[in-house]
């Protein structure tokens, strides 16, 4: 089946401009997780949802950024006033969240490719 | 210091050898490690989970988890090049509740023909 999507692809604003990035989960996926990532560097986590809730939003980094999931689906990242440091690769990614016994199942976090965002 | 290190590399190997991958980290809470594969421009892909301490096999992919010394390992065997990529390693302390990876910064793989 179809994995996570996310769009643009690419992304190149001018600084002070607002942006808007979307992900699609996997149909079915309860949980959405948002992750930034940097040159030469991991993902760093942004903000998660179960549902339509953001269940922990503690790794956004200041009030300009924001994440809404009002159908428990679709997700949108929202970013205001653009800085020239916001400039990274946005992951989605989304898995189920299955209760199970620990080590025997794992709730996978499937990762969309990315959106690319230069700020210039 | 960073909850999770890792070395960057690049590590340039030939074909067919094994490769060693490790990450150490800080958080004692970590009880899920996984190994993830990033291609360029790609997202990463999952390779192996591993929960609490202890190996998993799968194929040529072996993972080790020593939490007495917070360290992990992921082996490769008989490399290919197709093996090239970056190697992500992340944790979390749970696979409930909140669920958010940590990772390390990634080894850049190069296998050579």
């Known amino acids: 089946g179809a994995g996570v999507s996310q769009t643009p692809s690419n992304k190149v604003t001018e600084k002070g401009k607002y942006v808007e990035l979307r992900c699609d989960p996997i149909s079915g996926h309860t949980a959405l997780y948002w992750y930034r990532q940097s040159l030469g560097q991991g993902p760093e986590f942004l903000i998660y949802?179960?549902?339509?809730?953001?269940?922990?939003d503690s790794g956004l980094p200041n009030d300009r950024f924001f994440a809404v999931r009002p159908e428990g689906s679709v997700s949108t990242l929202k970013i205001q006033r653009t800085e020239r440091g916001d400039s990274a690769v946005y992951l989605c990614?989304?898995?189920?969240?299955?209760?199970?016994?620990?080590?025997?199942?794992?709730?996978?976090?499937?990762f969309g490719p990315g959106t690319r965002l230069t700020v210039l | 210091q960073k909850e999770v290190e890792q070395d960057p590399g690049p590590l340039s190997v030939p074909e067919g050898a094994i490769v060693s991958l490790n990450c150490t980290y800080s958080n004692s809470a970590f009880q899920y490690f996984m190994w993830y594969r990033q291609y360029s421009r790609k997202g990463p892909e999952l390779l192996m989970y591993t929960y609490s301490s202890g190996n998993k096999e799968d194929g040529r992919f072996t993972a080790q988890v020593d939490k007495s010394s917070k360290y992990i390992s992921l082996f490769i065997r008989d490399s290919q090049p197709s093996d090239s990529a970056t190697y992500l390693c992340a944790m979390s302390a749970s696979d409930t509740g909140r669920r958010a990876l940590t990772f390390g910064s990634g080894t850049r793989l190069q296998v050579q023909p």
């Open positions: 990614a989304s898995s189920l969240s299955r209760q199970g016994n620990p080590g025997l199942s794992y709730n996978e976090q499937f």
């Open positions: 949802f179960q549902g339509t809730g953001a269940a922990d």
